[in-house]
């Protein structure tokens, strides 16, 4: 139960986007009586179904795919302590480049307005003073559901005026660097497990670190993380981190990094706090 008057939305694209970005600050500040809002835009029907079956081939079921991934949600959300859900259910635009992409039921097709419309007014309900979503620079993931999130959650805030502070996820290349010469260094080899290869003297992927605004240190609440992940079962059944050893899943994910889109932060400065001088 929220108890600090204090709220944390964050705006996603899929179910399972709110564990694996989120998941970490989702948790901890449930665990310290901020009120959690979740808004995840898509009804991820371009997810796999059962038995890895793949968007396209004949035995994927869209409706039972959304059914099994809205179930994985609410267990996901009850596992991270998340105050409340909003699942807007537009349909999955899938994978740039997908048949997918040109339904005009899909996300990245609906009108701006409208799905602007109503993130502003679960805004202008939840009135929260920090709002979370993507970056405007998806670093090599240019996912048309995440992009359009991005923009509708960004226009929404600037609609109402109501959040306080709009950060967006990232992971810094450092942390890339990093973490994969840990596990390299233990004989683990990355790219065969799925992991993007690491060229040169920096990652082809992540955020630069002087972009970086906020660290927040996630690790009491990691392991509600990891099961919250392993929640989403029908999507991260083969996921490279929840195969990894637990000291590497700790490595990896018991920090949450964000960039600053606007609010009173110093500049050049890094928080350990999304809500410092707000409580």
Avoid at 47 to 63: I, L, N, R
Avoid at 148 to 171: C, L, M, N, Q
Avoid at 199 to 221: C, N, Y
Wanted: hydrophobic share 40%; glycine share 10%.
């Amino acid at each position: 139960m929220a108890t600090s008057g204090l709220t944390l939305m964050a705006v996603h694209a899929h179910p399972d986007d709110e564990s694996s970005s989120t998941g970490g600050v989702l948790a901890r500040y449930a665990s310290e009586g901020v009120r959690t809002v979740v808004v995840t835009c898509t009804d991820g029907a371009q997810g796999d179904g059962p038995g890895g079956v793949k968007p396209g081939d004949a035995d994927h079921d869209e409706d039972s795919v959304v059914a099994c991934r809205r179930r994985e949600l609410d267990e996901a959300c009850a596992l991270l302590g998340v105050g409340d859900l909003e699942a807007l259910g537009y349909r999955d635009s899938g994978m740039p480049g997908w048949e997918a992409n040109g339904r005009p039921d899909a996300f990245a097709n609906v009108p701006m307005e409208q799905a602007v419309g109503r993130v502003a007014e679960l805004i202008e309900r939840y009135r929260p003073q920090v709002l979370v979503t993507y970056d405007e620079d998806p670093s090599g993931y240019e996912h048309p559901d995440h992009v359009k999130a991005h923009r509708v959650a960004v226009a929404a805030a600037d609609a109402t005026g109501i959040p306080a502070r709009v950060f967006y996820t990232a992971i810094p290349r450092s942390a890339v660097k990093a973490f994969a010469s840990a596990v390299r260094a233990s004989g683990v080899d990355l790219e065969e497990m799925g992991f993007p290869a690491i060229d040169g003297e920096e990652p082809s992927f992540g955020t630069a670190d002087e972009r970086i605004a906020a660290v927040i240190d996630v690790s009491s609440v990691v392991d509600k993380k990891r099961a919250a992940l392993a929640a989403h079962a029908s999507q991260t059944d083969n996921s490279f981190f929840l195969r990894l050893p637990e000291e590497f899943f700790r490595m990896a994910f018991s920090f949450e990094s964000f960039v600053l889109r606007h609010g009173p932060v110093p500049v050049g400065e890094v928080s350990d706090d999304l809500f410092a001088g707000l409580r």
